[in-house]
């Protein structure tokens, strides 16, 4: 079973070599798939023909649209502007780069590894990646450990429900918790995020609490199912290849370039729209105005053209421009926060854990129109065995 658990097949594979234009289906629409990696990068790349700043939740796939009109930033904002939010937003979230940074998240790290070797069995997805994924986040927003709890109870996506895509009463609650929030810090500032953003000075004014839900609401959504699914299906990969774990720990110098080739096969986040804001074409196919395109970063991560045996794990990749934290402009703020957690990962783990025996799964699964990907798993079941 264990052989089998950590494969991860490219469903696009077959439309990424033909030249007939491709679709997904969302919610009635029929949105162009973009798949080559060169394609993805040069639409990602021309934010001028396909925006990021349309109706809030518009370039999301399956689209938001329905359940929040607030706009995430800078996500959902397109230059000028966005690189005027972006210069706000990035010295806070390079701290990850940081040693002590990565100390923290190390210790975090034993910490749960202890907890799950003391269990006789541990469920990896809500029992042990969301918490860790959330624990974690409480240091990239300087905010107490206790609120990671809170975090943890609204399960792997923050704002939008597992079986319904119109369902807004998540979405609503979070916009609730971040106005509470916003007012609790804004009455007792501290070292804290909200007090940061609060303190701020933006194009000669201070941000707008609107402004600063938008920021929090992509800082919770943006780095949570994905770095939930990034773990989980690394820790099956480790699973399913013991010999992994041993390499790992006899070439610590490896673990950068395994983190960047776990992220490129896995690509925890399929595809994000972008909005054409004229009539356009993409790979020769014409696409209208207000019509969505995917960058399908999946697809793109296993271009033949590109990479060297693709559909294989190989830890030690030396050139590996995968696009799993996207591309140009709106490249992944979190990038440094999700890279530090799974660089921890591989570092601590091999030192406590022998093995890791995969006990039940449960895969998850995108159905897409023509195309069935997985993502990573609804849950998962394992016992950790600690290193003799």
Request: charged share 25%; with cysteine.
């Amino acid at each position: 079973m264990t052989k089998d658990v950590a494969e991860f097949s490219d469903p696009f594979a077959q439309a990424r070599i033909g030249t007939e234009q491709k679709f997904v289906d969302d919610q009635g629409e029929n949105i162009t798939l973009v798949l080559g990696h060169r394609d993805v990068r040069k639409c990602a790349h021309d934010h001028r023909r396909f925006q990021s700043g349309a109706e809030p939740g518009r370039i999301v796939i399956p689209s938001e649209e329905n359940i929040r009109d607030l706009r995430q930033i800078p996500f959902e904002v397109d230059p000028p502007m966005h690189k005027d939010y972006r210069n706000l937003l990035e010295d806070w979230f390079r701290r990850p780069q940081q040693k002590a940074y990565q100390n923290k998240i190390n210790e975090l790290l034993r910490s749960s590894l202890a907890n799950a070797l003391a269990s006789e069995q541990v469920e990896l997805v809500h029992d042990f990646s969301l918490p860790l994924q959330s624990r974690a986040l409480t240091f990239l927003l300087n905010l107490p450990m206790s609120e990671a709890e809170t975090w943890i109870s609204w399960g792997t996506h923050v704002f939008r429900s597992d079986d319904n895509p119109l369902d807004d009463d998540k979405a609503n609650h979070l916009v609730e918790y971040l106005q509470a929030q916003i007012e609790k810090y804004e009455a007792s500032p501290g070292k804290d995020i909200y007090s940061v953003l609060l303190s701020l000075d933006f194009q000669g004014r201070k941000l707008t609490h609107e402004e600063i839900q938008g920021i929090m609401m992509l800082t919770f959504a943006g780095g949570r199912d994905t770095v939930v699914n990034a773990l989980t299906n690394s820790l099956a990969y480790l699973a399913a290849h013991p010999e992994a774990i041993t390499r790992l720990r006899s070439k610590p110098d490896m673990i950068n370039s395994a983190v960047e080739e776990l992220v490129r096969y896995f690509a925890p986040l399929t595809q994000m729209g972008r909005v054409a804001t004229e009539d356009t074409e993409v790979c020769g196919h014409a696409v209208a105005q207000n019509a969505r395109i995917s960058l399908c970063w999946a697809s793109a991560n296993r271009d033949e053209n590109v990479f060297e045996d693709p559909h294989e794990v190989k830890l030690d990749r030396k050139v590996n421009p995968h696009l799993s934290f996207g591309f140009g402009v709106h490249k992944c703020l979190g990038a440094h926060h999700a890279r530090a957690i799974l660089r921890g990962m591989l570092h601590v783990l091999p030192q406590m854990v022998e093995q890791i025996e995969i006990i039940d799964y449960e895969e998850k699964i995108e159905p897409w129109k023509g195309f069935e990907r997985k993502v990573g798993y609804e849950k998962m079941t394992v016992r950790f065995h600690p290193k003799s």
